[in-house]
Nanobody, 122 residues
Framework: QVQLVESGGGLVQPGGSLTLSCAAS????????MGWYRQAPRKERELVAL???????NYGDFVEGRFTISRDNTKNTIYLQMDSLKPEDTAVYYC????????????????WGQGTQVTVSS
């Protein structure tokens, strides 16, 4: 069974920093893109940051240079360094991974973590 373990969420003051991590474990033939998405109350889930197996990254427009995503391919782990946090960043952050179970010829599988709460408030 493949599962994602997320950590690093919590309460932080505006302007503060927080680092999230997500580790994928289990039997995976190959791991593709991994990323973070978030969902705030009354808003749809949105992309925060994603990173491909080759290290290419994409960020949501709201990030504006404040966040940095990285990955360790050996450990199948991604990290999200968040700086200059704003109250509007408050949301549940979900890790996402795309992987192939047996080979890369078949259809990839998308897996979501259970989410970690990030609250930015004074």
């Amino acid at each position: 069974q493949v599962q994602l373990v997320e950590s690093g969420g919590g309460l932080v003051q505006p302007g503060g920093s927080l680092t999230l991590s997500c580790a994928a474990s289990g039997s995976m033939f190959s791991v593709g893109g991994m990323g973070w998405y978030r969902q705030a109350p009354r808003k749809e889930r949105e992309l925060v940051a994603l990173i491909t197996s080759r290290g290419s990254t994409n960020y949501g427009d709201f990030v504006e240079g404040r966040f940095t995503i990285s990955r360790d391919n050996t450990k199948n782990t991604i990290y999200l360094q968040m700086d200059s946090l704003k109250p509007e960043d408050t949301a549940v952050y979900y890790c996402n991974v795309m992987y192939w179970r047996d080979s890369q010829a078949g259809r990839p599988i998308t897996l979501w973590g259970q989410g970690t709460q990030v609250t930015v408030s004074s």
